[in-house]
């Protein structure tokens, strides 16, 4: 199993980016896929989560800015993120759930996003 992210990059504060997620090695796709960040010198968090059949949950310091969707056909999670801060300066990582063991979770290798002020 591989998770190959993307769409992170340099953007001002109040900017908007993209992420995508592909996920890829299992033959009936994956289980609930989610992104978390992890800040400098902070532990990684959860910033939003989608299962399978689309239901979602977010992070209370989301405050509606983000949004979160996957195309199960493609194996692709995505992260919508608005009115960024400079806070949210972080590597994202996307992450993927075994269909068969929600115990067994796969992880990609994060694409940094560096908020300027």
């Known amino acids: 199993v591989q998770l190959q992210a993307s769409g992170g990059g340099l953007v001002q504060v109040g900017g908007s980016l993209r992420l995508s997620c592909v996920a890829s090695g299992s033959a009936i796709g994956f289980g609930t896929m989610a992104w978390y960040r992890q800040a400098p010198g902070k532990q990684r968090e959860l910033v939003a989560s989608?299962?399978?059949?689309?239901?979602?949950k977010y992070a209370d310091f989301v405050n509606d800015r983000f949004f979160i969707w996957r195309e199960n056909a493609k194996g692709t999670v995505y992260l919508e993120m608005n009115n960024l801060k400079s806070e949210e300066t972080a590597v994202y990582y996307c992450?993927?759930?075994?269909?068969?063991?929600?115990?067994?979770?796969?992880w990609g290798q994060g694409t940094l996003v560096t908020v300027s002020s």
């Open positions: 989608i299962s399978r059949g689309g239901s979602t």
């Open positions: 992450n993927a759930k075994s269909v068969y063991d929600d115990r067994i979770t796969y």
